[in-house]
């Protein structure tokens, strides 16, 4: 399974902030929808917010909010320049295997539809290990809503039994690389090339 490489900036600070996810059920092996992750919430100057895991059905908002992106955004995330989203690639991101991946959105009605305003996920690379990206629309950057997101992931994956989250970052992505700092990852420059290694170790890992 391919897993994201990059994320794109959310500095703001998040309106909620969890440190364990003990209050949550685990998902049982198989699990298809872990319903019970969603929440809502008030995010200033933002409003408010629905967070919830991904479905299948929200391949069009997540369409629309890669359409939001600049071009600079999508390479910030995708570490490569795409005009659009492949099917293929749409499908994997929007079909979701719960077993081995965290993905959060956050969702907003506006005029009598949803729209997609960020997007944060988790795959599993190991048994005790993970990769984490976001992506959030341009013009919600500064909010919080990224870092909403991955801190809801960090949590679930925490309680799942991960040891070690990590991600990469380009080093013109110099806000991501502000926020990771801020959520307590270590910060590496990747030997032999330009991005960053963020690693997020949990306690006793």
Not at 3 to 13: E, L, V
Not at 92 to 105: A, S
Request: include cysteine; hydrophobic fraction near 40%; aromatic fraction near 8%.
């Amino acid at each position: 399974m391919s897993t994201p490489r990059a994320t794109t900036p959310d500095p703001g600070s998040p309106t909620i902030v969890i440190n364990d996810a003990s209050g949550w059920p685990k998902v049982p092996p198989g699990f298809s929808y872990p319903q019970h992750y969603g929440f809502a919430l008030e995010i200033p100057s933002v409003g408010r917010v629905m967070v919830r895991p991904i479905r299948s059905q929200d391949a069009p908002l997540f369409n629309d909010l890669f359409n939001s992106l600049t071009p600079q955004s999508i390479y910030l995330r995708f570490f490569s320049i795409l005009r659009e989203l492949p099917p293929q690639m749409l499908q994997r991101l929007t079909q979701v295997d719960y077993d081995q991946e965290i993905v959060l959105v956050a969702l907003q009605e506006a005029s009598d539809q949803e729209i997609m305003l960020g997007d944060a996920r988790i795959i599993q690379i190991s048994d005790i290990s993970a990769e984490f990206s976001v992506v959030v629309r341009d013009e919600l950057h500064g909010k919080g809503i990224g870092a909403c997101l991955l801190q809801h992931c960090l949590a679930i994956a925490r309680q799942r039994g991960f040891k070690s989250i990590c991600g990469f970052v380009l080093p013109e992505n110099k806000q991501m690389l502000r926020l990771g700092k801020r959520l307590g990852f270590d910060i590496k420059h990747v030997d032999g090339g330009r991005e960053f290694e963020l690693t997020k170790r949990f306690n006793g890992a």
